[in-house]
Structures are given as structure tokens and as C-alpha cells.
């Protein structure tokens, strides 16, 4: 069916039970989580008032047979070096842990799922918004 790869703001919109996020995961196949937005997630748990809490709802949310956890290879930087000069040459700047998240869905052949509209500016991403 869907692999899609996920953006901090699905997880965030997953939490908040937000219906058409619980939708695209029911349906999806495989759901990668990129080690950037992991460390966004653990960023955002330090500065709230329930991280335990919020670490305990994402390991067990990471324990799905259907979710994977995607880290960055030699292959992760060869993408994030096309996508990064490419946005460079165009004059448009992305935040760099996107960029990586980007790499990793194009590695991977996977849809971004995300909320974040500049994601549109990489060429060759695949985007479920």
C-alpha cells in the first residue's frame, strides 16, 4: 500500500488524534521515522512537562512492526549534498534537519508525509500533505 516517511508535525498531529493522520497511518504499509525528526521529538519532550510521558507514547508508537527508524548513511549525504546545493542555487535555504529528512525519504523511495509547505521546494521528493 503507502510507505510514507513522516515529518515531526505528523507525529505531533498523530498525538492530537488528528483523524486524517490516524487515517494515512491505518492504511500505511510502512511508516519510516528519520533519526532528525526523533531528536526534534526528544527536543520538543525536554522543554514540555511530560517527557517521560511523551518518550514512553513514542517507543511504544516506534515498536510497531510497521514503523522503522531510519538513520544516515554515506548514500543519506549524497542526497542531502544535491538537495542542499540544488535549494542553493535557487536561493532557497531550507532548516538543515529537513533537508535530512528529505535525503532520507528519496534514499528510501518514500513518500514525506509532512504539514511544512517549503518541503515543496526539493525536487524530486515525493509529498502526501
Given at each position: 500500500?503507502?510507505?510514507?516517511?513522516?515529518?515531526t508535525?505528523?507525529?505531533?498531529?498523530?498525538?492530537?488524534?488528528?483523524?486524517?493522520?490516524?487515517?494515512?497511518?491505518?492504511?500505511?504499509?510502512?511508516?519510516?521515522v528519520?533519526?532528525?525528526?526523533?531528536?526534534?521529538?526528544?527536543?520538543?519532550?525536554?522543554?514540555?512537562?511530560?517527557?517521560?510521558?511523551?518518550?514512553?507514547?513514542?517507543?511504544?508508537?516506534?515498536?510497531?512492526?510497521?514503523v522503522?527508524?531510519?538513520?544516515?548513511?554515506?548514500?543519506?549525504?549524497?542526497?542531502?549534498?544535491?538537495?542542499?546545493?540544488?535549494?542553493?542555487?535557487?536561493?532557497?535555504?531550507?532548516?538543515?534537519?529537513?533537508?535530512?529528512?528529505?535525503?532520507?525519504?528519496?534514499?528510501?523511495?518514500?513518500?514525506?508525509?509532512?504539514?511544512?509547505?517549503?518541503?515543496?521546494?526539493?525536487?524530486?521528493?515525493?509529498?502526501?500533505?
Amino acid at each position: 500500500m503507502r510507505k510514507i516517511l513522516i515529518d515531526t508535525n505528523v507525529y505531533a498531529a498523530f498525538k492530537r488524534g488528528n483523524k486524517d493522520v490516524c487515517d494515512v497511518f491505518r492504511h500505511a504499509d510502512y511508516i519510516g521515522v528519520d533519526v532528525c525528526v526523533l531528536a526534534e521529538l526528544f527536543s520538543g519532550f525536554r522543554l514540555g512537562d511530560a517527557e517521560q510521558k511523551n518518550i514512553r507514547e513514542l517507543e511504544v508508537f516506534l515498536n510497531n512492526d510497521r514503523v522503522h527508524m531510519l538513520t544516515h548513511t554515506l548514500e543519506t549525504a549524497e542526497y542531502y549534498s544535491l538537495i542542499f546545493s540544488n535549494l542553493r542555487k535557487k536561493g532557497r535555504p531550507l532548516p538543515t534537519n529537513d533537508i535530512w529528512i528529505a535525503a532520507a525519504a528519496m534514499q528510501n523511495g518514500l513518500a514525506l508525509y509532512t504539514f511544512d509547505r517549503h518541503f515543496h521546494e526539493i525536487e524530486g521528493v515525493m509529498i502526501l500533505s
